[in-house]
């Protein structure tokens, strides 16, 4: 895994040729896009934007509609969707391993977005090719997959189907799989998409695709995999050695990452990755005003939320961007150490920054007090999620730990009230 770290001078440098490379709006020949720059009256130009690429393009305010990595797209703005197709580089070939070129994607308005498309690639390449209807095709994940996955099955009118896991390892339990899979065939269901994560929202916990990929062969039915990466995409590959969720498996067909979470860039950052050949089932001919048509859900979308992206991966380059993570990683190392030794009882993926509390074991007021995310607000929550992000350094975990050390000295052995 290599990619170059960039410093501030270099990082303008590119930026600025890629804005000289687009259109600008100032140009005195643009007159057929419904677009502009930002309000001249609310976003004045200053000198000071000389130092500042990414407001420069936010007040450029490039369109990237379409998608970049696939035939004709709009001219106007190719320098700044020259530096999408490079952070797309990055992440499907570096992070992923993709072989060279062999992947088209584009930086979507997020995860929820990114897992959309992939279902609606897979629907329509299910129509296609085995000429399936709807019903006919089922969306297989675990009980802790996001919510997103779950609304793309409804937009889409696909059957969801939901495998419940273990409580201790958040693994799919073999037997939920198994019965999920049964009823399925029975309601009709005759192909599967499956969503594998890659870290998911509660407890970071990542799906061995295998023992998952086992039960679908054994019931007979053809499927394809889009893996949700959307949390644990920029660290997990970062953390471990072979991570197993990657372009390398053939298998894997698809990538929801979003540069959103732990990579800090602004929202409407999320990222779609696909295998080359399959974007092609969601391409929208009658987008004939676009050049090369569309292919993504989205439709317009900010060229400068792509540089963000862009400006982050270089500005770390590979090795600091894997030093980020070990630092961050030891944090949360530090933080389990912390809890095992007061007893606190907790889930934790190896290799995430996510440690999910049993509810039990913390007390309401400290949960509040530091603003845990608990697993459900409709009923009393069962688990509450620390998540070690760059802003949760030593002295907030150690306030945490002395406020969670408190109360269980104050309750001198006697177990906690509930959560
Ligand atoms: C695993 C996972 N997938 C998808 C999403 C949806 O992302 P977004 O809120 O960017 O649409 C989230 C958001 O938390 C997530 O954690």
């Known amino acids: 895994m290599h990619w170059k770290k960039l410093d501030a001078d270099e990082r303008r440098a590119v930026v600025f040729g890629a804005l000289a490379q687009n259109t600008s709006y100032h140009d005195g020949h643009v007159l057929g896009l419904p677009g502009s720059f930002l309000d001249r009256l609310v976003f004045p130009e200053g000198d000071f934007l000389q130092d500042a690429p990414f407001l420069s393009c936010m007040l450029e305010n490039p369109n990237h509609i379409g998608c970049h990595t696939l035939g004709d797209f709009e001219p106007n703005f190719q320098g700044t969707q020259n530096l999408e197709r490079e952070l797309l580089r990055i992440c499907a070939e570096e992070l992923l391993g993709a072989e060279a070129g062999s992947y088209d994607g584009y930086v979507a308005s997020g995860g929820t977005e990114s897992n959309i498309e992939a279902l609606w690639v897979f629907r329509n390449q299910f129509r296609a090719e085995l000429g399936m209807t709807v019903n006919e095709v089922g969306v297989l994940h675990s009980a802790d997959t996001h919510y997103s ?65 086992k039960a679908v062969e054994a019931a007979g039915l053809p499927y394809r995999v889009h893996v949700d990466a959307a949390f644990g995409g920029f660290i997990y590959p970062l953390s471990v050695d072979d991570c197993a969720l990657s372009f390398r498996d053939p298998r894997i067909g698809s990538f929801t990452l979003d540069a959103h979470k732990m990579l800090q ?35 317009s979308r900010s060229g400068a939320n792509a540089v963000a992206v862009w400006m982050i991966l270089s500005a770390y380059g590979s090795a600091d961007g894997r030093a980020f993570v070990a630092e ?36 309401a007021s400290v949960a509040a007090e530091f603003q845990l995310v608990p697993d459900r607000h409709d009923g009393p929550p069962g688990w509450w999620k620390i998540v070690v992000m760059d802003h949760v350094d030593e002295a907030a975990v150690d306030a945490f730990v002395a406020a969670l050390g408190a109360i269980t000295a104050t309750q001198d052995g006697a177990p906690l009230p509930p959560g």
């Open 149 to 213: 996955v779950p609304k793309a099955a409804n937009l889409l009118d696909l059957v969801d189907i939901e495998v419940a896991v273990h409580d201790e390892t958040r693994r799919m339990c073999s037997a939920a799989l198994e019965d999920a899979l049964l009823g399925a065939k029975r309601r009709g269901v005759r192909a599967i998409i499956v969503v594998a994560n890659m870290g998911t929202t509660m407890f970071g916990s990542v799906d061995p695709l295998d023992p998952l990929l």
């Open 265 to 299: 860039a602004p929202y409407g950052t999320g990222i779609f990755l696909a295998r080359k050949g399959l974007m092609q089932h969601v391409q929208t001919e009658a987008a004939r005003y676009v050049p090369g048509t569309d292919y993504t859900v989205c439709g």
């Open 328 to 363: 961050l990683l030891a944090r949360t190392d530090a933080l389990c150490i912390r809890l095992d030794e007061l007893g606190v009882r907790y889930f934790r993926e190896p290799g995430m920054n996510v440690v999910t509390l049993r509810a039990g074991d913390v007390p």
